[in-house]
């Protein structure tokens, strides 16, 4: 488990590389966010990313620190009391400490566990799978979260040319990389439990009853983890924004909300808070109403042919830049990814692998 943990640890860190470069390209894009999947404030593309970057560098954290945390059970008899080897060496323990030291020295370990049984702790394999089971609830969210957007056609996977979305319509282009992620994810997220069980249901000092299972879950985790860390090393480094689609999503709902604003700037001219939230809420139902029945978000026309708002007309077109609302996304993205960044620090033990890695090319 140790040597495979060190098989994912790199391969983690070039999911999280390649994102990096992705958040920083795009940290200055305005996108609509979402909040219970209605739209909300906008973020950037990059900001978004930034969020599954965080994600993913709690896991390599986790997974750090559970193989850094590893290590050999060494020579300490059937039940843990090195009896047998008192009296191998006629009672010199010295001898048995030295023997465990050779031991781990040769297994490539720094220590043995101060307590162990029959077996080391199947407790060290659940801290393992919880780890790795966390992995696999993050790939299914940043998964989840590419296939809403590519149902919005603001951003998507990589494609083939020749690759087929469904064999009934031609025309479609399925986030088919997401979906399999998801399918994968789904099955690592949830194979804690099996650890958790297998260590709960020890008697005493062992039984019997770990074995079968455990040659199952060890070998399924650990290659479910690098099938997921291939996928998403593909997608990750392949994702396509659209920008144009990303600009018309956003006009569609950016007048609902530049409401707060142009509220505020009625109030500035003395005019009743109350008063304008009530127009605002009026105009902004009609509106609504158009939208719902297919036409385009009108709010805006409607204030500038309103009397009411008159006295503001001249300020609102400049109160509609969309960066206007993204608050300190593009710093936020910078000083997170960005040169000197907290993801440089977390990759910095990586540096010679990411130089000359290449990205896993999938054909689907």
Not at 72 to 81: K, L, V
Not at 165 to 183: D, H, L, T, V, Y
Not at 189 to 195: A, E, G, V
Not at 315 to 341: C, H, N, Q, T, W
Request: proline share 3%; hydrophobic share 40%; charged share 25%.
């Amino acid at each position: 488990m140790r040597n495979a943990l060190d098989l994912l640890l790199p391969k983690l860190s070039k999911v999280v590389h390649n994102l990096s470069h992705f958040a920083l390209k795009y940290k200055d894009l305005p996108t609509l966010g979402f909040t219970h999947y209605q739209a909300a404030q906008p973020i950037t593309v990059g900001r978004r990313a930034a969020q599954w970057i965080q994600d993913l560098v709690m896991d390599l954290q986790d997974i750090e620190y559970v193989r850094a945390g590893l290590m050999f059970r060494g020579a300490q008899g059937t039940t843990g009391t090195q009896a047998s080897f008192m009296e191998v060496f006629q009672g010199d323990t010295s001898k048995i400490d030295r023997l465990n030291e050779i031991l781990c020295e040769k297994a490539g370990f720094t220590a043995c566990y101060d307590i162990s049984t029959q077996t080391y702790s199947r407790k060290v394999d659940l801290r393992i799978a919880n780890a790795l089971s966390s992995f696999g609830a993050t790939a299914i969210r940043i998964a989840t979260d590419i296939r809403h957007l590519a149902h919005d056609k603001v951003l998507d996977e990589p494609h083939e040319s020749t690759q087929i979305g469904s064999s009934a319509m031609s025309f479609k282009q399925n986030p088919m990389r997401s979906e399999r992620i998801c399918s994968l994810g789904r099955k690592l997220s949830n194979i804690s439990t099996n650890f958790s069980h297998t260590f709960s249901s020890q008697w005493l000092e062992r039984t019997l009853d770990d074995s079968s299972i455990r040659r199952i879950d060890i070998p399924e985790m650990f290659l479910i983890s690098d099938s997921l860390l291939i996928i998403l090393d593909d997608v990750t480094d392949g994702l396509v924004v659209f920008p144009a689609m990303v600009e018309s999503q956003l006009q569609q709902e950016l007048p609902f909300m530049a409401t707060e604003n142009i509220i505020m700037k009625l109030v500035s001219h003395n005019i009743s808070r109350q008063e304008a939230h009530e127009q605002i809420r009026i105009l902004s139902r009609e509106s609504v109403k158009v939208v719902k029945e297919g036409g385009k978000n009108d709010l805006i026309e409607r204030i500038k042919k309103t009397e009411f708002f008159q006295p503001i007309w001249g300020d609102i077109d400049s109160m509609l830049d969309a960066k206007l609302f993204i608050g300190r996304s593009s710093e936020i993205v910078e000083r997170y990814v960005g040169p000197g960044g907290v993801v440089e620090g977390k990759l910095k033990n990586y540096k010679d692998y990411l130089t000359s890695a290449t990205t896993a090319k999938l054909v689907v």
